[in-house]
């Protein structure tokens, strides 16, 4: 069965090529940070000496290899930090795969298990904005007042019909217009008249219903960039970073009328847009809440506090957007993994540091906008080192890297080989013991790295009692895969199973489906599943 979705599903154009642009993918030159070995200098022997191969095996031995395809100065001076770590001098031969861009789906299945990549496949069910969009509205017809932390949104020109709908009431409303795998600020614009709904059937935007009243900083509209990581999709494995960085526009805030619309540095937060503006001011000190155009997440949410805001609700109302945004795209996230990688039952072959970007309203509502899949690791200021060298160091100690793991995967590998020549096969019983029981092991050995002190990161994502909490939308995830990919989904691992489970309405997933999807007789199911993780448009 396993064959037959690769052979179906990943040879499609749409899943293999890169999701979308690296978010400041233009402002560098690309550089991949691996090693050419230099030619052999001539020699009467064909092969190194005994001892030189041996020797080199023994230090492989002891070292983790990370292979950068990066242009970030700043993740070579983390990796540089590790004392055990050493730079792969082969494109194959490595435990660790940092890439800028998406890695595609015929990559991963070449990964050996004890190897590692900084991706998923499928991620970009979120990180495009119309797979966002699509995915968080399926939730919000079953779950209204679960999943209202998207502005309203519309995907064109697909919904081009309801969305001029929304132009006739007396009051003017205003609406952002984005391409739907832009980067940078590049192509969105504001829109107040129905004449100037963008018609392009060749091309997909999404529309969204502008927020009106942000919170202002200093008279400046501002959003948050959250860096969430992602360690693994069965179960999720999901980590909030206590730094942030806080984006202002770079022009003071008017309500939008016809004649401002296009002031996109007063309308739009984009550091690639603002700090084009003479008038742009680099922050010069972390700790200064009031300090330019960029600012520190935890200094602002001191000042926040300061001003009588409720901090922690707004925290805890952020730590639930992300979680269900993830969950949303579970199911497709976990199918993918286990059709790549069959053989894989510790669920830690991915990892991925999403880039969520969110606004607050005068009400310290918190707004989901979009999700990155590449946000920037550049360092131009004192605060953005300061932020994303943590950011990564913490990514990486979570991670669990070193050769004896490496070590005991290979063996178990072979194991495996030798079994499979007997013609013996796991049942899929104890194989769901075995991944429970590593799912476990693993929890525990995060939350002690946690409890040290010595990590920046905060688990949202498994417990015993988040699983409980979040159990009927991930059913409800589930079960609107299933009747998408007209299947059956495989059990997903979680911590601890309720005695009692909440049941889901089956009529609330047929709702949301029926909004969505209309399948003919001809739609092969291929092109449902690529609807609902890649994009058809």
Known sequence: MAADVHENVFSEEQLLRPDVQAEDEEQFTRRVAVVTPEPPKSTCHSEPPVHSRRKRASDRAKKILFLLESKYDVL??????????????????????????????????????????????????????????????????????????????????????????????????????????????????????????????????????????????????????????VSGCDPLRIFLHRKGLVRLASEQYVEPTKNNLSEVMVHLTNYAINKANPNFEENTNPDDAEDGHKRSWEAVQEHLRKEGHDVDTLILEIEDLIVKTLIAVQPSLSHFYHSCQPEDVYNGMCFEILGFDVMLDQKLQPWLLEVNHAPSFATESELDHQVKHEVLQDSFNLLDLNPEVRRQKKREARERMEQRSLGKKPCIEDRIAQ???????????????????????????????????????????????????????????????????????????????????????????????????????
Not at 169 to 197: A, M, S, W
Not at 451 to 468: F, I, T, V
Not at 479 to 488: H, Y
């Open 76 to 229: 070579t001076e983390v990796c540089a930090e590790y004392e055990d770590w050493k730079e792969a001098t082969s494109a194959a031969d490595f435990d660790l795969l940092w890439c800028d861009t998406a890695i595609p789906a015929d990559r991963f299945m070449k990964l050996k298990t004890f190897q590692k990549m900084n991706h998923f496949v499928g991620m970009s069910s979120i990180t495009r904005k119309n797979n966002l969009g699509r995915n968080l509205l399926r939730m919000r017809k079953q779950f209204p007042k679960e999943y209202r932390f998207f502005p309203d949104t519309w995907i064109l020109p697909t919904d081009m019909s309801d969305f001029k709908q929304q132009f006739t009431n007396v009051k003017k409303q205003t609406f952002i217009i984005k391409p739907d795998n832009g980067c940078q600020g590049k192509g969105i614009f504001l829109i107040r008249d129905v004449e100037k709904v963008p018609v392009d059937f060749s091309s997909t935007f999404v529309a969204q219903r502008y927020i009106s009243k942000p919170l202002l900083l200093d008279g400046y509209k501002f959003d948050l960039r959250l860096y969430v990581l």
């Open 435 to 537: 991944e429970r029981e590593f799912a476990l092991i693993r929890n525990d050995w995060e939350d002690a790295q946690l409890q040290n002190g010595c990590s920046g990161y905060k688990r949202l994502y498994p417990s015993p009692e988040k699983e409980k909490a979040y159990w009927q939308v991930h059913d409800a995830a589930i079960n609107i895969w299933e009747m998408m990919m007209g299947g059956t989904f495989r059990r997903a691992v979680r911590l601890s199973d309720p005695l009692e489970k909440p049941p889901v309405d089956e009529s609330r997933v047929a709702g949301a489906l029926s909004w969505h999807v209309v399948v003919g007789a001809s739609c092969h199911v291929v092109c449902v599943l690529v609807t609902f993780v890649a994009s058809c448009d």
